[in-house]
């Protein structure tokens, strides 16, 4: 009697063993396939889809993959799958009352995901954050800025707020704000700000420079001259121009005043006395 329990005893090991075994296999493979599923489907789509889609598509494939082959392990160490599915489903409707953060985040992730207002690569701005879309997930958007800090944005934030794509289109404009005094004939400045336009390769003939008075300010005359160009170009133009447009009144004697006030009490009034001390 003692032969046959030892002689079951091994034998159950042996399956136990044999189906640990067969189970290691078929994640291994399984993850093996899954790799090869997702660069297919990358292959597949890389001239249909732009690079947000690609991911979204290629997790999608490795995930369900590695899943299938994952439930399949699970059955062949003897597990309940319906037990499992149960389990998982409670667990999923109690994560979700726990955490309606993260709800909130996938239903915006989801709008994010069907208007498409950005796209991998893009510059935005949310808030006082600009940066270079990195990832745009279901639950987060990932950020690079400018000065390489990784920066994570909510989904939801970001239906929220006011959301800024710097490279949506191919061209920019450049606003420049600057005074000049009083006593400067205005069509002279405007003549020598279009002369700085045209001297500069990177300023676009096309849309036009525009030149806006727009107002008797305290100490000068305010104008704004606004100038286009390519989105690739704009930082260098905004360094440029500035300093080409110093030089430019400069040469010809167009003063920038500094603000100043004048003191003034009527005609009759007499003149501060002024005492110079040695």
Known sequence: MNDYLLLFDVLTNSQLVASIVRASLLIFFGWLLALISSKGVRRLLQKRADDHYLQLWQRGAFYLVLTLFLISALHELGFDLGILLGAAGIFTVALGFASQ?????????LFLLFEKPYKLGDIIRVGSTTGEVLSI???????RTFDNLY???????????E?????????RRLDIQLGVAYKENIERVRDALARVAHANPLCLDEPKPLFIFQEFGESSLNMQFSVWAKRE???DLKNSIHEEIKAEFDAIGIEIPFPHRTLYAGSETEPFPVRIID
């Open 137 to 143: 997930d279901l639950l987060s958007l990932k950020l």
């Open 233 to 235: 170009s704009f930082l």
């Open 101 to 109: 953060t993260a709800a909130s985040n996938l239903i915006s992730g």
């Open 151 to 161: 920066v994570r944005i909510p989904n939801e934030t970001l239906i929220k707020s």
């Open 163 to 171: 959301t800024t794509t710097i490279t949506k289109f191919p061209i």
